[in-house]
């Protein structure tokens, strides 16, 4: 599956391979890691919430708009749910492409418009308490900027 | 008109409720008509009140004040997404 939502963790050498298995087409695959930040903030535990079906759709609607601005042979996004720890992924993304400027850029387009439209909500569990993540401006700016970008195929 | 609803993190909290089926009147048939009428519930349903910030779906698509309500709608409303 090219998009996945999932309680539970996954192995990122397994996701990577994958993107090529079998085929000779490919030169390059970009991925980023997202981990749980907790410990400097003070957080012990992380809960993830989202919205069953829309939040799938909305992740494969942002692969779709990728595969429109590049050129792409494969594209892998897993974002995980429920209770998750400081330390722990939380997101995947593998892009790959025939050369390294479209898997770089597409996984960077994925990640920024992963944070400012597909419906994932954190809480976070501190000592003074539970609170939910506020959305963050600087996203919002990192994916608008994707407005200003010439389409590269 | 029947429609369920569905309400996301910190506004299902706030709400205590996650999902509710409504008969609405006929004078409600767009997303911004529906967030006055569900606004006028009381003081924790203000949020939905347009220009707070928070989010509105209509069957699993983003959907702006005008959008207009059918029968058997499933409508979502949630602040804004903090994933990644």
């Known amino acids: ?84 720890q400081p330390g722990e992924q939380i997101v995947f993304v593998g892009v790959a492409g025939a050369h390294r400027g479209e898997a770089f850029a597409a996984c960077e387009f994925i990640m920024d418009f992963l944070k400012t439209r597909a419906p994932f909500w954190k809480k976070e569990q501190t000592p003074e308490g539970s609170r939910w993540v506020d959305a ?12 200003d970008v010439e389409s590269r195929r | 008109m029947n429609l369920t609803i569905l309400y996301f993190a910190s506004l299902r909290e706030s709400l205590g409720m996650a999902k509710e089926v409504v008969a609405l009147p006929g004078n409600v048939g767009s997303v911004g008509a529906l967030r006055q009428f569900l606004s006028a519930r009381g003081e924790a349903w203000q949020r939905l009140a347009p220009g707070h910030n928070v989010r509105a779906a209509v069957n699993q698509q983003m959907a702006a004040d005008e959008h207009v309500l059918a029968v058997g709608d499933e409508v979502a409303f949630f602040p804004p997404v903090t994933g990644g």
């Not at chain 1, 490919?26 to 003070?42: M, P, Q």
């Not at chain 1, 963050?136 to 407005?147: C, V, Y």
């Open chain 1, 1 to 84: 599956m090219e998009v996945r939502v999932q309680e539970a963790d996954f192995d990122v050498g397994v996701e990577t391979r994958a993107l090529s298995s079998g085929r000779t087409d490919i030169g390059a695959i970009s991925t980023f890691l997202g981990l749980v930040r907790g410990a400097s903030d003070g957080v012990q535990c992380m809960t993830l919430e989202h919205y069953p079906g829309m939040t799938e759709q909305s992740l494969a609607e942002i692969v779709a708009e990728a595969k429109q601005r590049w050129s792409l042979l494969a594209v892998r996004v897993i974002h995980r749910v429920g209770p998750l």
């Open chain 1, 136 to 147: 963050r401006d600087a996203d919002d700016a990192s994916a608008a900027r994707w407005l």
